[in-house]
């Protein structure tokens, strides 16, 4: 059983950074994800890295977050700069293990995932 707990939120003014952890135990996963949903709004994906470091970002964060992965602390990070409004959300942390010849998934489709950490949350204000 796989267990993944977020933390690193908080309130930050726009312009602003937050790095968020995300610790896991039990067996790790090698595909993992960050997501975000904000109120009223469905869960979007944020950014991905596979196994081997390849990184997948939307286009809504491009240029200022950056996912990255502590093999050996099993802990996965996300580094968000530039910080607007609108980055205000609950963000999550998802793991999968890869397919059997097709690897990591590559979309930021939440279906691709199979375990979800309970959240942190990111205010950013203006």
């Known amino acids: 059983q796989v267990q993944l707990v977020e933390s690193g939120g908080g309130s930050v003014q726009a312009g602003g950074s937050v790095r968020l952890s995300c610790v896991v135990s039990g067996f790790p996963k090698n595909c993992m994800a960050w997501f975000r949903q904000a109120p009223g709004q469905e869960r979007e994906g944020v950014a991905t890295i596979g196994s081997r470091g390849v990184t997948n970002y939307a286009d809504s964060v491009k240029g200022r977050f950056t996912i990255s992965k502590d093999n050996f602390a099993n802990t996965l990070y996300l580094q968000m700069d530039s910080l607007k409004p609108e980055d205000t959300a609950m963000y999550y942390c998802?793991?999968?293990?890869?397919?059997?010849?097709?690897?990591?998934?590559?979309?930021?489709?939440?279906?691709?995932?199979?375990?979800w950490g309970q959240g942190t949350q990111v205010t950013v204000s203006s």
């Open positions: 998802a793991a999968v293990w890869p397919k059997v010849g097709v690897g990591c998934p590559t979309s930021l489709a939440q279906n691709e995932y199979t375990d």
